[in-house]
T-cell receptor, first 114, second 114 residues
């Protein structure tokens, strides 16, 4: 299996621009998570989907952030407009079923907002 | 709510030293417990897990025992190698309204010198 795939791996943009991060979960997994990792805050859960439906988005920092999962094999995290404080590594993870099972993380997207 | 507390890092050791990274948790009932490892520039990957009290998870020489009475899941390794240098995350997963939303600790950086 290819594992969780994220793109792009690195993104550098200017303040005010729209940023779209992409994730392809492992085939057969039906739970998907978006995380943000920074030195200051550590690993933060932004949003969690189960069977393509957002279950908990309480971690989304503000209205500038939005996430979609139009089908079982694709999800996006969008930031519009981006700000320098959004600079972080964003991870996507997937797992099988609504159980306390292992999550599989992608390699992450390193976002730098200038 | 649920929470995970890990010892602050970095932990710096010489090769072949004994490793302990402390982890305690707060949760009602019986969560599943995990240790994930993050190597530089990569996403998190599962190191070991335990799903019920007194279970011992083990992998690659690392061990952790689920202690319900002390709400702990300390990570140990008898003889560390330079290649073990990474960030280690303790995590729990427990049902909340039918969903299993994970909770991660802040991570503990381990540096092993030759």
């Amino acid at each position: 299996d290819a594992g969780v795939i994220q793109s792009p791996r690195h993104e550098v943009t200017e303040m005010g621009q729209e940023v779209t991060l992409r994730c392809k979960p492992i085939s057969g997994h039906n739970s998907l998570f978006w995380y943000r990792q920074t030195m200051m805050r550590g690993l933060e859960l932004l949003i969690y989907f189960n069977n393509n439906v957002p279950i908990d988005d309480s971690g989304m920092p503000e209205d500038r952030f939005s996430a979609k999962m139009p089908n079982a094999s694709f999800s996006t995290l969008k930031i519009q407009p981006s700000e320098p404080r959004d600079s972080a590594v964003y991870f996507c993870a997937s797992k099988w079923g609504p159980t306390a099972d292992t999550q599989y993380f992608g390699p992450g997207t390193r976002l730098t907002v200038l | 709510g649920n929470s995970v507390t890990q010892m602050e890092g970095p932990v710096t050791l010489s090769e072949e030293a004994f490793l302990t990274i402390n982890c305690t948790y707060t949760a009602t009932g019986y969560p599943s417990l995990f240790w994930y490892v993050q190597y530089p520039g990569e996403g998190l990957q599962l190191l070991l897990k335990a799903t019920k009290a007194d279970d011992k998870g083990s992998n690659k020489g690392f061990e952790a025992t689920y202690r319900k009475e002390t709400t702990s899941f300390h990570l140990e390794k008898g003889s560390v190698q330079v290649s073990d240098s990474a960030v280690y995350f303790c995590a729990l997963s427990k049902s909340s309204g039918g969903s299993y939303i994970p909770t991660f600790g802040r991570g503990t950086s381990l540096i092993v010198h030759p």
